[in-house]
């Protein structure tokens, strides 16, 4: 497994527990890093995409809400809506990255972390948001 997406995959689980928890950000980082050892890159590309998806939460939010068909951003499962979050954050703030790597990334950890439903849903939801940061 290549490191952004390791990167991904513990971003989530920080989200996860902000989202769960209510704790900040910071005391999350500080939890987790006690108990979590891994390689500077990785663990700077994974605050990078936390502290930039609860940094820009409230716009991510709308532009999800607006492309989530019939689904209040409380009804969806917190995996999913965290997932969403994250991608979102990469698609429309981070140049660095293609769109479409963010939306194949999300979608493989949704395969693994979520639902089998949950995929074809993030799915739909990303596109719409790519296609609306390209135009």
């Known amino acids: 497994m290549g490191k952004r997406r390791i990167a991904r995959e513990l971003a989530?689980?920080?989200l996860y527990q902000v989202e769960i928890s209510g704790s900040p950000l910071e005391s999350v980082f500080t939890d987790f890093w006690e108990n979590h050892v891994y390689q500077s890159e990785i663990r700077g590309f994974t605050?990078?995409?936390?502290?930039?998806?609860v940094e820009h939460r409230e716009d991510i939010d709308k532009k999800i809400s607006t492309y989530a068909d019939n689904w209040d951003m409380s009804r969806m499962a917190i995996i999913d809506r965290v997932?969403?979050?994250?991608?979102?954050?990469?698609?429309?703030?981070?140049?660095?990255?293609?769109?479409?790597?963010?939306?194949?990334e999300a979608l493989e950890i949704a395969k693994?972390?979520?639902?089998?439903?949950?995929?074809?849903?993030?799915?739909?939801?990303?596109?719409?948001v790519a296609k609306e940061q390209k135009g």
């Open 12 to 14: 989530l689980k920080i």
């Open 47 to 53: 605050e990078s995409l936390a502290k930039g998806a």
């Open 83 to 104: 997932l969403l979050r994250l991608a979102a954050y990469e698609i429309q703030y981070r140049d660095d990255i293609p769109h479409a790597v963010s939306i194949n």
């Open 112 to 128: 693994k972390y979520s639902t089998g439903e949950s995929s074809r849903f993030i799915n739909g939801v990303l596109d719409r």
